[in-house]
């Protein structure tokens, strides 16, 4: 990948040309050539920074991912909801999907219908932290949870999910 070496010349040196799907977030509203807004409850962009209030605003990626794939997602929590936000992941349906879900009292992740505890390990109170979700092969998602301020890896674990032309999901859990 030539994405930010400078002496790589366009077109290698776009991320556009690089990633299947890369959002900075760079515009004055969610890029909907990019993403599907289920609900735009909630949901604004400036900075560089998508920002939600809400937990019934959700997008999804214009694109259906399928494995192998990997999701870096970079956030900070400024103030948790109530019932919680996914972070990262990819979904279909409530039967068909995997997502790490920031939690008051204890984050979760979903695996297609299931919900399953992993105790309190996304950072909260404005920390910033990188959830990675891997999708190496037909049965196995990776995540991993760093906690940025820290340098610490919070959680990571293997488990057994297929990801299948699903969506990067952010927002509603």
Known sequence: AYYG?????????????????????????????????????????????????????????????????????KARTVTLPTNGVQVAGFWTSTTDAFGLLQHPTNDYYRNNGAWTNITDV?????????????????TQVYYKIENLD?????????????VSSERLTLGKR
């Open 5 to 73: 070496y400078a002496t790589a010349g366009s077109p290698k040196s776009n991320k556009m040309n690089v990633y299947l799907f890369r959002d900075d977030f760079d515009g004055a509203a969610i890029d909907r050539t990019k993403w599907i807004v289920d609900n735009a409850t909630g949901w604004t962009v400036g900075t560089g920074e998508l920002r939600g209030t809400s937990t019934t605003g959700r997008i999804r990626s214009q694109v259906p991912m399928t494995q192998p794939v990997v999701q870096v997602v």
């Open 122 to 138: 996304i950072p909260q109170r404005n920390a910033n932290f990188r959830i990675t979700v891997e999708a190496r092969n037909s």
């Open 150 to 162: 820290t340098t610490t890896v919070t959680k990571q674990e293997t488990i057994t999910n297929t």
